[in-house]
């Protein structure tokens, strides 16, 4: 059959059009699937659902604990039914370097790279793993129970893991346990008055201090070597997220945003945001404070759920830069700021599977512009929104059901920072 006008071309083409989104769902084409990687769920599962349990990366290294992966007999070995496992990915090509199993459920904690050693804690152990290959150097008895949801934290001399002491401890109160690199063993502990999942720690490296706020106790500066408190400082209401930014501390409170100084916890510039029934803003269990609250550059975001807008913030005077209307299913706990895009997660419609299983919808935001930058559609585990995704550069890595994959915009020129 001949096609001889310009009439039965399109109408040609919008039946092919139409044939091939049926066929494969689309993504929007300035939203770029890097690359893919299985995760199931043929793979033998680890760790109950086999969802990725925590994320993290350090420079061209994915780390991801969790998942389901096919693993050789090799890396099987020592592999228990309650176990987990922790693989390193090339995060340019998604390319598995190595994959180590370890028996104990993994505590939501992201492994963190350094001097060529990578760090993560299981349920009630410590382990040191060789980052070229996976390799367990060393693992110790961590004496904790429980998890946490904020990274851990490394000096020179020790490790800082927030958890529950375990049972048989007398004194089983949530606490900031040190524990020696070299060898492992417990140096200090400092009780907190908040579950470890509502709580946060960082390093400030020019003071050689443990910064730590608790959504229900004083924002402290503790000793790193002694543990011993040398400042505090106590906000008027719940802390609700928290960020260390260099030299600056930017904390999220029920009717305002500070910035501290870290040396000493006093304030250096407070803005009032709209008086709102904030209880909830982030959900006790889902709490992050490293997406509520992002800040790079002269730009500090704020997802402020009470009013339904991004704010952009200057970092150095608390000024507004410019707000953006949100819908109010955005989760506070997926929203990343980018070099020079925000990408923020929607809450769309849970799974006919269950309630582990709900879609989210991705959406990217010029920094700049305020232009969106397309969207995509993603079936993610509940259990863990705020491990969900980790982003660096451009480039958003997401743990999906069944898929690890990399994202980042294509054909869509960003305005800048």
Not at 17 to 22: F, I, K, N, P, Q
Not at 112 to 127: D, K, N, Q, W
Request: charge should be positive; aromatic fraction near 8%.
């Amino acid at each position: 059959m001949k096609i001889h006008t310009r009439k039965h071309w399109f109408l040609l083409a919008a039946i092919c059009t139409a044939a091939s989104a049926h066929a494969k769902p689309s993504v929007p084409s300035h939203i770029c699937i890097d690359w893919a990687l299985p995760l199931g769920p043929k793979a033998p599962a680890v760790f109950s659902t086999g969802s990725i349990q925590a994320m993290s990366i350090t420079g061209q290294r994915l780390f991801v604990v969790g998942g389901r992966l096919p693993l050789s007999d090799k890396e099987r070995r020592g592999l228990s039914p309650r176990g987990g496992i922790i693989s390193a990915f090339d995060a340019k090509t998604g390319h598995r370097l190595w994959t180590t199993p370890f028996p104990g459920i993994p505590l939501a904690a992201p492994p963190v790279l350094s001097g060529g050693r990578v760090y993560t804690a299981t349920f009630r152990s410590l382990m040191a793993l060789r980052a070229s290959d996976g390799r367990v150097l060393k693992t110790a008895d961590s004496a904790l129970d429980g998890g946490q949801s904020n990274p851990i934290v490394l000096d020179n001399d020790h490790i800082y893991v927030t958890a529950f002491p375990r049972k048989r401890v007398p004194d089983w109160e949530p606490a900031l346990t040190a524990f020696s690199r070299s060898s492992l063993r417990q140096a200090w502990r400092y009780r907190l008055s908040s579950p470890p999942n509502l709580c946060y720690a960082a390093l400030y490296p020019p003071r050689q201090t443990i910064l730590v706020a608790q959504r229900d106790g004083p924002i402290i500066a503790l000793d790193a070597h002694s543990g011993k408190v040398v400042a505090s400082n106590r906000l008027p209401g719940r802390t609700l997220a928290v960020t260390l930014d260099g030299r600056r501390l930017f904390v999220l409170g029920p009717t305002d945003i500070r910035c501290l100084d870290p040396a000493t916890l006093k304030t250096r510039w407070q803005r009032k945001l709209a008086p709102a029934n904030r209880i909830g803003v982030v959900p006790g269990w889902s709490w992050s404070y490293a997406h509520a609250l992002s800040a790079r550059g002269r730009t500090l975001l704020v997802a402020d759920m009470a009013s339904l807008h991004l704010l952009a913030l200057d970092a150095t005077t608390g000024r507004l830069q410019w707000s953006y209307p949100i819908p109010k299913d955005v989760d506070p706990t997926l929203v990343f700021l980018l070099d020079h895009w925000v990408v923020f997660g929607r809450r769309l419609y849970a799974s006919p599977n269950g309630p582990r299983e709900r879609t989210v919808e991705f959406r990217w935001l010029d920094r700049r512009s305020r232009r969106e930058g397309g969207s995509i559609r993603l079936p993610v585990y509940t259990t863990q929104l705020e491990q969900l995704a980790v982003g660096i550069g451009d480039e958003l890595y997401v743990g999906s059901i069944g898929r690890l994959i990399a994202l980042s915009v294509r054909g869509l020129q960003s305005s800048g920072k």
